[in-house]
């Protein structure tokens, strides 16, 4: 039985973070109180204006690379989960593999599930390595969503940030991930959306962010809840054998609501939403890493990440780690 199992992280947050406060300085009509009270983010991270998500999705890379005990060469499969790609072509994994000095290498491809892009990415590279195709994936979820707020919408330019986390899933006889699941439903992308496209060079319609905030929050509590039980079951375990709950970052409100709706209590769920905020696709593997690197999560525990976002797309994996 080949599984694929996860032996390295990595993260990377750009430059200093942006704490609420500084926002108020910027001009944008909110407060602290608000956006702590609300999301519980109390700072994100912003790229400079030149810095692309396959530079953050390298810095990332080199940390989970280095975890794993290889090296770039050793990578036959690398997936990026972005919404915020720096080309509409080429893919931000062959950007980040040039980057990471790898010629002549396996398949590389980017992977666009908006917020559960990463959650698509390990689902995808598990078939991959299980199918004995594939020794060694780098899995990525890199994204600078900054790009794409509207900084005079403050209903949404304060809950986002930029970041990178990465994962390295090797083939392996020990477990491993244990069960995935992913699903979608697109008569929801209203609700969430980018809705505009370059055509001929020109902006064709809104090249902003767009959330009906409400709609996503009860659509994300609903469906993190059932996907869950999905793969606990799957995996013929209950909640209670779930060392740590590791969720999209979007929202403490959203992380408290489906921990409760799973009776998982709030110290056995990952939350970095503080910190960086709401990093979409990047969100799950730079929570990861970031417990991994205090100590939190520990060899051998089982982990149940998931997430939601635009589309709508929803997905969970279960891993033993
Ligand atoms: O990856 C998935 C991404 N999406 C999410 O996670 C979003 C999920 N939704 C949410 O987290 C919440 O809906 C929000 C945090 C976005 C908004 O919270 P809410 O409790 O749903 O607030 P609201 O949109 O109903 O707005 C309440 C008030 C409004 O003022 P009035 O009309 O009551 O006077 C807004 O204008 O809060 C106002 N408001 C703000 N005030 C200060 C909206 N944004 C801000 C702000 N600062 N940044």
Redesign the pocket.
Known sequence: MIYARVAGTGSFLPGKPITNDDLVARG????DE??AE??GIRMRHLAEPDVTASQLAYEASVRAIEAAGCQPSDIDLIIVATSTPDYIFPSTAALLQARLGITNGGAVFDLQA??TGFAYALATAEKFIRSGSNKRALVVGAEVFSRILDWND???C??FGDGAGAVVLEASARPGILATALHADGSHSPI?SVPGQINRGVVIGDPFLR?D??A??KF?VKVLGEVAREVVEQAGLTMGDVDWLIP?Q??M??LQATGKRLGVPMEKVIATVAQHG?T?AASIPLALDLAVRDGRVQRGQKLLLEG??GGFTWGAVLLEF
């Open positions: 944008i009509e909110t407060s608000w956006i609300r999301t908006v917020c403050r209903g949404t304060v809950l969430l959330m905030g409400q996503v929050f994300a999209h979007a929202n409100r959203i709401n979409s939601v976002g």
